[in-house]
T-cell receptor
Framework: QQQVKQSPQSLIVQKGGISIINCAYE??????FPWYQQFPGKGPALLIA?????SEKKEGRFTISFNKSAKQFSLHIMDSQPGDSATYFC??????????????FGSGTQLTVLP | DAGVIQSPRHEVTEMGQEVTLRCKPI?????LFWYRQTMMRGLELLIYFNNNVPIDDSGMPEDRFSAKMPNASFSTLKIQPSEPRDSAVYFCASSPDSGSYNEQFFGPGTRLTVL
């Protein structure tokens, strides 16, 4: 129930194209859904996040779409650039009194944007 | 701020040896997390601390793993004795407050290879 399923495992997109990564969850207690971006040799870094009370959040070329009833959310990268080539992780977390918000990560998507 | 600092960045050791990984969290952050990343299992939370106190170590794989946080600016993850299956990238992350939506800031990781 704690699992977050992510697809695809890898994605190759032409420069200027749209990259779409999908995630699904089971635990309805999750109330915050961040996406992390990881470049080779670096730690993951927060890219964008959404709360389930909204269906979409946009920051520049990055958009999260959220479907609460389907328990699914996705990351869209518009006008993909070679510099976007990285591994993307979706995650989910919930608040539990007396403990920390623990991130449950998806398995990751390796995105390659061809020049 | 320099961000989360980890050392060493790379560690190669032989099976049976003791390995100590080090982490300096961002100043002022109350929470510290240790993660392990492998191709097979993705990002796994091993243990986390709140104000230097270990709160949840349920992710620690075996008694061979131990973690300490003697003060607010330093934490260690020790593996004794190490085994080849411990080979992974180990990340430390810190968070200013985990009750809110504050993000976790990851260090660059330590790549451990056990021969």
């Amino acid at each position: 129930q704690q699992q977050v399923k992510q697809s695809p495992q890898s994605l190759i997109v032409q420069k200027g194209g749209i990259s779409i990564i999908n995630c699904a969850y089971e635990n309805t207690a999750f109330d915050y859904f961040p996406w992390y971006q990881q470049f080779p040799g670096k730690g993951p870094a927060l890219l964008i996040a959404i709360r389930p009370d909204v269906s979409e959040k946009k920051e520049g070329r990055f958009t999260i779409s959220f479907n609460k009833s389907a328990k699914q959310f996705s990351l869209h990268i518009m006008d993909s650039q070679p510099g976007d080539s990285a591994t993307y992780f979706c995650a989910a977390t919930y608040f539990s009194s007396g403990s920390a918000r623990q991130l449950t990560f998806g398995s990751g998507t390796q995105l390659t944007v061809l020049p | 701020d320099a961000g989360v600092i980890q050392s060493p960045r790379h560690e190669v050791t032989e099976m049976g040896q003791e390995v100590t990984l080090r982490c300096k969290p961002i100043s002022g952050h109350d929470y510290l997390f240790w993660y392990r990343q492998t191709m097979m299992r993705g990002l796994e939370l091993l243990i986390y601390f709140n104000n230097n106190v270990p709160i949840d170590d349920s992710g620690m794989p075996e008694d061979r793993f131990s973690a300490k946080m003697p003060n607010a600016s330093f934490s260690t993850l020790k593996i004794q004795p190490s085994e080849p299956r411990d080979s992974a990238v180990y990340f430390c992350a810190s968070s200013p407050d985990s009750g809110s939506y504050n993000e976790q800031f990851f260090g660059p990781g330590t790549r451990l290879t056990v021969l």
